[in-house]
């Protein structure tokens, strides 16, 4: 457990002290501060598009700061040989996983939660100086959406993690954890397409058979999108929330696991 804590400890605040950590947070007070301006531009929508726009420049930068630590996390490491001397000091390959991806996973907590808190200066802003005839925040869906958020990207930092722990080139690990990005992000609305189409439209086979196996080896992100109901106020139940969120944290354990077993399995230079 103290090699977990000391790995964990450093690998967060490598993030912490990155330039690229304070740059992009630079860049997300410029985007979060055109919300008000833009938002403007739908004048019976105001709330709605400024809602949006924070859950939208939040994602974004949340996901763009996963992709960079968590292929940076263990390519640091591989590069300056800086691995071999931590396994030398009696520390097994699955501890070193387990502890990078908790320091990762606290990474993304805590800079999800700084996110949030401007997304929701920005919003509360547009709403302090718009009429109330343009619409209402439902505060918690807006927390509930941006806890989601959080969680799709600790499954998104244990993916990378998965690809990294047998593919040599960062580039590639990198890139196919994109592809799986892209894919979870629009298997459940192919699945749904092909099932309300199944009636009045010949769909081959085998196009089908894609679809599903996608549907059942891919990450279904589309579970942990709640912009639509924080924007519209759309009711929730709690079933839904429990079970993506048992979802999220299953398939995270499992790529979590799958990375440890390949990482024990890789040679190292």
Known sequence: MRNLWAIGRITFLEGVRSRFFYGLFVVACLLFSTTYALSYLFPRDVVKVAVDLSLATASLVGLILTLFWGTESLAKD??????????????????????????????????MLLLAALASLSVWTVDALTDDQYGVIHWSLFLLSLAMTTLMYGLVASVIFFFSSFVSSTFLALGLTLVVYLIGQSVEELRLLIQAGADGIDISPMLTAVVTVAYHVFPNLAVFDFKAQAAHGLPVSAS?????????????????????WFFRKREFP
């Open 78 to 111: 591989l590069e300056k040989r800086t691995i071999h001397m931590v396994l030398a000091k009696a520390v097994s390959r699955s501890e070193y996983i387990v502890g990078k991806f908790a320091g990762l996973a606290v990474l993304i907590g805590v800079s």
């Open 240 to 260: 839904t929330v429990v079970w993506s969120a048992l979802y999220g944290a299953l398939y995270t354990s499992v790529m979590i696991a799958l990375s440890a």
